[in-house]
């Protein structure tokens, strides 16, 4: 049986608060001239990242609260189901240039130039999950700085190289770890690394996140 991880959710829900109140700090100050987010425009929602296990099982139960059946589920698990195939191939190739003794950091600068469609994008441009979205989601039109490298929205009204606030997403992302790894703790898992997993959005929607997964108890025995 999973315990009761709702205080684990109910500090991220803070955190993301926390973050949503530093982007309208954000555009409060630098205006819609440089903030330039609005309705309909889905450039962050072709970007390339993975989740933490907190916000993974989080977006997972919002996904299931919100679409528990239907048609709408339906297209939303195959778009994750192709998404997911995509990235393998993707990962795939990537290991392979790996294995030629092409440079890690070409080889990651070529990663973050892929672009592919959340599933969550529906047709018409709009969030599927738009209240349950993650950090990166609400942050990405704002300029950011992780690990000592700066990124900026290219549709935004933000130059590279200037002088404006920055999230520091290296603290965020720490925050999102603790409450990982307190999940691990929390059901007590076999897998001493659980609060390691990272996974993208497509196969956190089409993950089950139950005990075996969790590594809750004693494993199964093979027959």
Same mark, same amino acid.
Not at 1 to 15: G, N, V
Not at 127 to 132: G, M, R, S
Not at 139 to 148: C, D, E, F, M, S
């Given at each position: 049986?999973?315990? #009761?991880?709702?205080?684990?959710?109910? %500090?991220?829900?803070?955190?993301? #608060?926390?973050?949503d109140?530093?982007?309208?700090?954000v555009? %409060? +100050?630098?205006?819609? *001239?440089?903030? !330039?987010?609005?309705?309909g425009?889905?450039?962050?929602?072709?970007?390339?990242?993975?989740? !933490?296990?907190? $916000?993974? @099982?989080?977006?997972?139960?919002?996904?299931?609260?919100?679409?528990?059946?239907?048609p709408?589920? /339906?297209?939303?698990? $195959?778009?994750? /189901?192709?998404? &997911?195939r995509? =990235? %393998?191939?993707?990962?795939?190739? =990537?290991?392979? *240039?790996?294995?030629?003794?092409?440079?890690?950091? /070409?080889?990651?600068? $070529?990663?973050?130039? *892929?672009?592919?469609?959340?599933?969550?994008?529906g047709? &018409?441009?709009?969030?599927?999950?738009?209240?349950?979205?993650?950090?990166?989601?609400r942050?990405?039109?704002?300029?950011?700085?992780?690990?000592?490298q700066?990124h900026?929205?290219?549709? +935004?009204?933000? #130059?590279?190289?200037?002088?404006?606030? !920055?999230?520091?997403?290296?603290?965020?992302?720490?925050?999102?770890?603790?409450? +990982? =790894?307190?999940?691990?703790?929390?059901?007590?898992?076999?897998?001493?690394?659980?609060?390691?997993?990272? @996974?993208?959005? +497509?196969?956190?929607?089409? !993950?089950?996140? #139950? *005990?075996?997964? =969790?590594?809750?108890?004693?494993?199964?025995?093979?027959?």
């Open positions: 049986m999973i315990p #009761d991880l709702s205080p684990i959710f109910t %500090a991220y829900e803070k955190l993301r #608060d926390q973050v109140g530093i982007f309208a700090q555009l %409060a +100050s630098q205006g819609p *001239e440089r903030v !330039t987010c609005r309705k425009c889905s450039d962050c929602c072709h970007a390339l990242f993975d989740l !933490t296990l907190v $916000e993974a @099982m989080y977006v997972n139960k919002a996904f299931g609260k919100a679409y528990g059946f239907g709408e589920r /339906s297209a939303i698990l $195959e778009r994750a /189901s192709e998404v &997911d995509k =990235l %393998a191939r993707l990962k795939r190739d =990537l290991f392979r *240039e790996e294995k030629k003794g092409i440079a890690p950091e /070409s080889i990651m600068k $070529e990663a973050a130039g *892929e672009r592919m469609r959340c599933p969550l994008l047709d &018409d441009g709009l969030c599927a999950l738009y209240d349950a979205r993650p950090i990166t989601c942050v990405y039109g704002i300029p950011t700085v992780i690990a000592g700066g900026v929205c290219g549709l +935004s009204g933000f #130059d590279k190289g200037g002088q404006y606030p !920055t999230v520091k997403l290296d603290k965020i992302h720490a925050a999102l770890d603790d409450m +990982s =790894l307190a999940i691990e703790r929390g059901v007590k898992s076999r897998f001493d690394k659980l609060h390691e997993v990272y @996974m993208p959005l +497509s196969m956190a929607l089409l !993950t089950d996140f #139950d *005990e075996q997964f =969790l590594g809750i108890g004693p494993a199964k025995k093979e027959d």
